[in-house]
């Protein structure tokens, strides 16, 4: 006996052809049946009329920076008047901005904040959201953030330890006293705390170097947690090799990634996570190597990199868009990069991304004539209905 089975619905499984008239159902949290209407024979609990929506896999966002404090709109003003976002974060203001803020605000207030941004996810049938760490830079606020992000509801989150992100002022000019704080401190008490499922860093001309990012992946590869990496973002310092030296689930942004790096991406198997909102934002004119991603089969996730500075973007329908728009993907290109392998680049291939017996019966329904829709319409919002663990919102 199924829990419930949903009828009359169009299918996106993402695991292989489009199911025109198909069945869905689920038993203890879990998909249970899919496949053609016609040949579903079980018996169900609840029977739900989809009225001929579209069901598709609940949306993974595998990059966001959703726990901060603090507002950043005087930086885009700047930037509109001129300044970058280099010349910005050297002055003080950028990543470190947000830090104050975030170190001054409580828990309860961060879990506040964070959990009405998450809202906007929500209305759009996302399932599973990665936040990450990386607005404390210090021990307590690293493991405050993390905390809010456990504490979050509505959605399964993964949480990222970020603590490379910036040099903090009191590291000034200290940047490998600060990695060795982060790795014989700040990740081992958060680690220990069970608060970190994945590591990453920001290797990058105005954060850290490709050495001081493999010090933190080491201690990542000693706590046993896998990593990720802010890649080759402003300039091409190597990050896409360097994260698939270590194996990394992902390396993410690549606008300056050169082949090398592609290549080295396709041997190991990490995923290729684009940013658009961040590319948007900051009017990058460098556009990532797209066609090389895909001729050397490198699989492509999207994710909103919301955050305050360089991508205040919380829609993943509107990442999708921009993916078309901006990068030339095809719809098809963006919905599996908010599904199949943006699961994938969390390693949550078994559980999430496409509609498969046995993973999480975490979907979406939508009003569209075709999934093509989802990317096409600006700023529309067709989710008519979210399921989670089997359950309807
Ligand atoms: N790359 C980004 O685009 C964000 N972090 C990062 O490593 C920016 C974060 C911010 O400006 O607050
Ligand atoms: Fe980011």
């Known amino acids: 006996m199924h829990d419930a089975v949903w009828l009359n619905a169009r299918l996106a499984t993402l695991a292989g052809p489009v199911i025109r008239d198909g069945a869905l159902a689920a038993a203890g949290g879990r998909i249970s049946w899919v496949g053609e209407r016609r040949e579903w024979k079980g018996d169900a609990r609840v029977q739900h009329d989809a009225r001929g929506a579209w069901i598709l896999p609940g949306f993974v966002d595998c990059h966001t920076h959703l726990v901060y404090a603090g507002r950043r709109a005087h930086e885009f003003e700047l930037r509109l008047k001129g300044a970058s976002y280099e010349e910005i974060a050297k002055a003080g203001g950028g990543i470190l901005s947000t830090v104050r803020a975030t170190r001054a605000a409580s828990e309860g207030e961060l879990l506040s904040l964070a959990q009405r ?41 993964k949480t990222t330890f970020l603590g490379a992100h910036a040099l903090p002022p009191e590291y000034k000019g200290r940047a490998d006293a600060y990695i060795d704080f982060v790795c014989d401190e700040v990740l081992p008490a958060a680690a220990a705390e069970k608060l970190v499922d994945a590591v990453d860093a920001f290797c990058e001309r105005i954060a850290f170097s490709r050495y001081q990012t493999a010090r933190v992946f080491d201690t990542a590869r000693r706590l046993g947690l896998p990593v990720k990496l802010h890649a080759d973002q402003l300039s091409d310092l190597g990050g896409a090799a360097l994260a698939a030296k270590h194996g990394a689930l992902s390396a993410d942004h690549l606008e300056y990634t050169s082949p090398p790096g592609i290549e080295a991406l396709a041997r190991s198997g990490s995923v290729a996570v684009l940013l658009p909102g961040a590319f948007y934002f900051l009017r990058e004119t460098r556009l990532p190597p797209i066609s090389a991603l895909r001729s050397h089969h490198v699989p492509i996730a999207l994710a909103t990199d919301h955050n305050p500075g360089s991508s205040p973007l919380s829609s993943p329908l509107l990442a999708m868009n921009m993916a078309c728009t901006l990068f030339r993907l095809t719809p098809e290109e963006a919905l599996a990069g908010f599904t199949v392998h943006a699961a994938r680049a969390l390693g949550m291939q078994s559980s999430h991304g496409t509609l498969e017996v046995g993973k999480a019966a975490d979907f979406a329904l939508w009003e569209i004539e075709s999934p093509a829709e989802l990317a096409y319409a600006i700023g529309a919002n067709p989710c008519v209905g979210q399921v989670r663990a089997g359950a309807v919102q």
């Open 117 to 157: 941004r998450l809202r906007a996810w929500l209305a759009e049938g996302a399932a599973v959201v990665e936040v990450k760490s990386g607005y404390g830079l210090d021990r307590d606020t690293e493991l405050k953030m993390l905390r809010v992000a456990r504490r979050l509801g509505g959605v399964t989150i």
